[in-house]
């Protein structure tokens, strides 16, 4: 399944409502990578990504032990995973490696092309000096704030600016006041590279007051992948990636009412542009 809608162009916007971009590239259990620090890797991008920190990442692991008495849960067992993230100078673009991932994440995303130019570096980095044997998830994460005060739109209902099917049981309502939250978690099968679409809606908070949620800001997380196993490198993915980035500008066009679209002051791209 593809979401088009052609009356919109594919645009950047002065009031952009993206906050974060992130691709993430998982791969089978790299041991050395939680071993040793990751001198050689860091070489390969320090003068783009000079400052360096470290996480430690805690999952807890449930085993079940079948007995003549039934299933037995056993203690959970905790793994700490060292997450090592390498950050820009101005902050904007962070990269992180783990024993599982690659990631590239940024707050000031402005198009694909150079997104993906920034991409291959780390991903060449990862194959130089850990070498994986191939990749087992493929993802390209938009998250999406549409603030309606920032846009200049406050008071208008969002099942003016939204398309009614993102909406749901909230398009329904007379009175916008009686929603009391929305939230919808939808995954979509797409029609190529075995890849799924996941979103995610909900009121969201403000960036002036992070810990309340408003309903005057609408989160949608978009978040798209593939669990086929893809070679390393950049032609193993890069037909993948630009399916994914394809698909999300196009339901992200398709998602927005014109009036909504014209509130983020779009700027057509060009085929100049993206070249």
């Known amino acids: 399944m593809r979401f ?3 009356s919109k162009p594919r645009s950047r916007y002065t009031k952009c409502p993206l906050t974060e971009v992130v691709c993430q590239l998982r791969f089978p259990v ?7 620090l990751p001198v050689s890797f860091q070489e390969l991008i320090r003068r783009q990504y000079p400052e360096y920190t470290t996480n430690i990442e805690r999952q807890q692991q449930l085993d079940f032990v079948a007995t003549p008495a039934g299933v037995i849960t056993q203690p959970p067992i905790q793994q700490e995973n060292m997450n090592h993230c390498f950050t820009s100078e101005d902050g904007n673009w962070q990269i992180n490696l783990t024993s599982s991932f690659l990631a590239l994440s940024t707050r000031a995303y402005d198009r694909w092309e ?8 780390p991903v060449e980095a990862l194959r130089q000096c850990y070498s994986p044997a191939y990749y087992t998830r493929v993802g390209l994460r938009y998250v999406d704030a549409y603030d309606r005060q920032k ?7 969002w099942k003016d600016l939204l398309n009614s099917k993102i ?3 909230a398009a329904a309502v007379d009175d916008e006041r009686d929603i009391q939250n929305i939230s919808q978690y939808t995954e979509i099968k797409l029609d190529q590279h075995d890849a799924t679409m996941r979103v995610i809606t909900n009121f969201g908070a403000t960036a002036d007051n992070p810990a309340q949620i408003t309903p005057d800001t609408f989160i949608v997380d978009t978040d798209t992948y593939s669990l086929s196993r893809f ?14 980035h394809a698909n999300s500008t ?18 057509t791209i060009t085929e100049e542009d993206a070249s």
């Open 250 to 267: 196009d339901y992200g066009r398709w998602m927005v009412k014109q009036k909504l679209f014209e509130a983020m002051e779009p700027e």
């Open 167 to 169: 909406l749901g049981m």
């Open 151 to 157: 846009l200049g739109l406050q008071g208008i209902p």
């Open 4 to 6: 088009r809608d052609d």
């Open 30 to 36: 790299i041991l050395s990578i939680d071993k040793d």
């Open 231 to 244: 070679p390393v490198g950049k032609e193993g993915i890069q037909g993948c990636l630009d399916f994914m």
């Open 114 to 121: 150079a997104f993906r130019d920034r991409l291959w570096l």
